[in-house]
């Protein structure tokens, strides 16, 4: 391997330690506090009856649930990828994979990432930097991260201030709007645009909406938080000092969602960022998302194992259904238009 590809795999490596070893959640929190669901003591339904069931970019899922993007490029990172792929398969829910860039770099990591072997019918995301697009990569690295893994979408992953406050971070973000645009054009699969845990505002969905992507996670703030990441990996005591300071920098994932639907009314929205439950998810989705997204708590369950990754879905699955009980909502769509949710 060349420094630049033992660099991405070995930083893959560093980003699961520090994520399953240290506390790099946000201070501040994602904000659904904010809203209740007003209880409903007469829901006149039978709760064996609510279902999660859904669709998205035309495919079939048993619940409004994605495991979030994290790994690959490692060879601990296929154990995670294997695991997780499993479990999605088995439950019917969505999955995207890490950046890819390291299997881009270097051909022989692609097996870290190949999951379909053992998830052939999941709905399953592709994923890279889109600042990548303004240092080399071009639509063929896009096509590429997408065949790679039988991909079903190309998430382009947006993480301005993770790339300020590392070493060596790429930092010339001029222009990149033209070239997301031209990938959407040219790609056979939707593309998702994505933060990583600052949030989407109102202007940045309009903007992304305007390139074309065909879904926005919003990836807000108020669970896993980057600049935390980079502090601890930083190699100098000043890179450290700067990336404390934006530790809880961002758009709570429950406001990112509301200036991201005002920015673009109509796309599918994914929303991420701290969310630890099933009633949390069944917020996200009364606040008009479409999708659902884990990230660090399913890393740390499929450090465990696939039974244990199983179960976390499970349960997130019964508190939501509990929660639509609780609201007498009978499926997403009532769960959408509910009035029940109320900011306090
Ligand atoms: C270990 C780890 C690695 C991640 N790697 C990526 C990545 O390669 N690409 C990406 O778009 N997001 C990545 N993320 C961000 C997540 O997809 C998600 O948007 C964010 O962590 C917020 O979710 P959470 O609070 O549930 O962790 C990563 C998150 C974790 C925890």
Known sequence: MSPDETTHASRKLEHLRINLQENVQFRQSNGLERYRFVHQALPEINQNEISLATTFFGKPLRAPILISSMTGGAYEAERINLALATAAQTTGVAMGLGSQRAAIENDALAYTYQVRRVAPDILLFANLGAIQLNYTYTIDECRRAVEMIRADALILHLNAI???????????????????????????????????????????????????????????????????????????????????????????????????????????????????????????????????????????????????VIAGIKMVEEQMRTAMFGIGAENLDALKNTKHLEKV
């Open 162 to 308: 993770q790339e300020a406050v590392q070493a060596g971070g790429n930092t010339n973000w001029k222009g990149l709007l033209q070239k997301i645009e031209q990938v959407c054009r040219a790609l056979d699969v939707p593309v998702i645009g994505k933060e990583v845990g600052f949030g989407i505002s109102e202007d940045a969905a309009r903007q992304l909406a305007s390139a074309g992507v065909a879904a926005l996670d919003i990836a807000g703030a108020g669970g896993t938080s980057w600049a935390a990441v980079e502090a601890y990996r930083a190699p100098s005591s000043f890179l450290r000092e700067l990336a404390e300071a934006f530790w809880d920098w961002g758009i709570p994932t429950a406001e990112s969602l509301i200036r991201a639907r005002r920015g673009a009314p109509n796309l599918p929205l994914i929303a991420s960022g701290g969310i630890r439950d099933g009633v949390q998810a069944a917020q996200c989705i009364a606040l008009g998302a479409g999708l659902v997204g884990y990230a660090s708590p399913m890393l740390r369950l499929a450090d465990r194992g696939v039974e244990d």
